[in-house]
Antibody, heavy 123, light 107 residues
Framework: EVQLLESGGGFVEPGGSLRLSCAAS????????MHWVRQAPGKGPEWVST????????YYGDSVRGRFKVSRDNSKNTVFLEMNSLGAADTAVYYC????????????????WGQGTHVTVSS | DIQMTQSPSSLSASVGDRVTITCQAS??????LNWYQQKPGQAPKLLIR???TLTTGVPSRFSGSGSGTDFTFTIANLQPEDIATYYC?????????FGQGTTLEIK
């Protein structure tokens, strides 16, 4: 059974940083790209970032490019999101999601999602 | 960037009704379009990928169609458990965008 468990969310002041983690199990992790998607309160999902299965390609949405960095440790089946220069607009539930199908750089089909971790940016 | 225009933003229908949601892309995305269901307090769930392929385990009353810029999502024979918000999502050239969502209510 595919499981994705996010952690690392919390309260942070404007300008601060956080590092989110997503621990994966139940599939051959290194064969799949992984995504981060966020959802602000009362809003629809917003794609944040994607990293290829080998970790050699990464992509970012316009609103986070230059501030966020995605990485992964395939030996630990974990993907990370390093978030810097946080502002109120970054307040959201952050989900990690698995890509489908395997063995391609990125497909863009989010077939499994974690339950999310809350990030609140406030003074 | 590709913009997705989803309509309607909300919809009220009766059990047993046929419900249709549309999504329009700002340019041709071939069949690079997925549909998700999100219930309150839960993560989105993939229902349909590549415009019309039903995810394993999803009831056959859900269906999708379209290509290019115009896409349709249909629920035939609406059930009470279908109350949720539905989102389209395009995937093109390593940039992914979601529609604004359609919130479905039962009359």
């Amino acid at each position: 059974e595919v499981q994705l468990l996010e952690s690392g969310g919390g309260f942070v002041e404007p300008g601060g940083s956080l590092r989110l983690s997503c621990a994966a199990s139940g599939f051959d992790f290194s064969r799949f790209a992984m995504h981060w998607v966020r959802q602000a309160p009362g809003k629809g999902p917003e794609w944040v970032s994607t990293i290829s299965g080998k970790g050699d390609n990464s992509y970012y949405g316009d609103s986070v490019r230059g501030r966020f960095k995605v990485s992964r440790d395939n030996s630990k089946n974990t993907v990370f999101l390093e978030m810097n220069s946080l502002g109120a607009a970054d307040t959201a539930v952050y989900y990690c999601a698995k890509d489908f199908p395997p063995d391609i750089t990125v497909a863009g089909i989010f077939d499994y999602w974690g339950q999310g971790t809350h990030v609140t940016v406030s003074s | 960037d590709i913009q997705m225009t989803q309509s309607p933003s909300s919809l009220s229908a009766s059990v047993g009704d046929r419900v249709t949601i549309t999504c329009q892309a700002s340019r041709d995305i071939r069949k690079s379009l997925n549909w998700y269901q999100q219930k309150p307090g839960q993560a989105p769930k993939l229902l349909i990928r590549v415009a019309s392929t039903l995810t394993t385990g999803v009831p056959s009353r859900f269906s999708g169609s379209g290509s290019g810029t115009d896409f349709t999502f249909t629920i035939a024979n609406l059930q009470p458990e279908d109350i949720a918000t539905y989102y389209c999502q395009q995937y093109d050239n390593f940039l992914f965008t979601f529609g604004q969502g359609t919130t479905l209510e039962i009359k």
